[in-house]
């Protein structure tokens, strides 16, 4: 399929590795993030998301982080798999839902 | 339950055509947002609409338009096509209007303009 990003940051990990990816969102009013997964050819898949009121959550296999202080947010995947490989977004919101997402970053995780 | 769905996965026009793309939010829901994703780019808003009204535009020309209609169903038009208007066009539904912001978005509709 088409690659959705052919110039974006690119983070090359091993496979059983943990991987961080970091992202700088802009609107210091911003109450809510999400983090997405995007496979070549498809729409963004929802890996997790935070308020603002917290600085930490926690899913399976992944954990988000907000720092307000700097604006900045960042994904980590513990246990890296192949199936990990993708772009991933982190997008803002404010009040009625309009998602501003951020450049992304390209994750390829070798076996 | 089905998620959001979109029509068509692919479409080719040339320039100043005009073209229609489709989305069915996810079951029982109200509010459609529409979103372009040019190549190597993240996805910028276009349109929200809830309960058939436009809640939010983003920074595109008048050439685009949309609607939502009595079953949430919505359409995006974009007249007088442009190259730079090829892209993957996305659609994105909340799981549970008014319970999260959440967005989840539709396999997308490729679109190319020659």
């Known amino acids: 399929g088409e690659s959705v990003g052919l110039h974006l940051p690119t983070l090359s990990v091993q496979e059983g590795d943990n991987s961080i990816i970091n992202c700088a969102y802009s609107?210091?009013?911003?109450?809510?993030f999400i983090w997405y997964k995007q496979e070549s050819g498809k729409g963004p898949q929802f890996i997790i998301d935070i308020r603002s009121n917290m600085d930490k959550r926690q899913g399976q296999r992944v954990t988000v982080l907000l720092n307000k202080t700097v604006k900045h947010l960042s994904l980590q995947i513990a246990a890296t798999q192949p199936g990990d490989s993708a772009v991933y977004f982190c997008?803002?919101?404010?009040?009625?839902?309009?998602?501003?997402f951020g450049t992304g970053t390209r994750l390829l995780v070798s076996p | 339950d089905a998620g959001v769905t979109q029509s068509p996965t692919h479409l080719i026009k040339t320039r100043g055509q005009q073209v229609t793309l489709r989305c069915s939010p996810i079951s029982g829901h109200k509010s459609v947002s529409w979103y372009q994703q040019v190549l190597g780019q993240g996805p910028q808003f276009i349109f929200q609409?809830?309960?058939?009204?436009?809640?939010g535009r983003g920074n595109f020309p008048d050439r685009f338009s949309a609607r939502q209609f009595p079953n949430y169903s919505s359409e995006l038009n974009v007249n007088a096509l442009l190259l730079g208007d090829s892209a993957l066009y996305l659609c994105?539904?909340?799981?549970?209007?008014?319970?999260?912001?959440?967005?989840?978005f539709g396999p997308g509709t490729r679109l190319t303009v020659l």
């Open positions: 609107n210091s009013a911003s109450d809510y």
């Open positions: 609409y809830y309960e058939k009204e436009e809640r």
């Open positions: 994105a539904s909340p799981p549970a209007s008014g319970v999260t912001d959440t967005q989840y």
């Open positions: 997008a803002e919101t404010l009040g009625f839902q309009k998602l501003v």
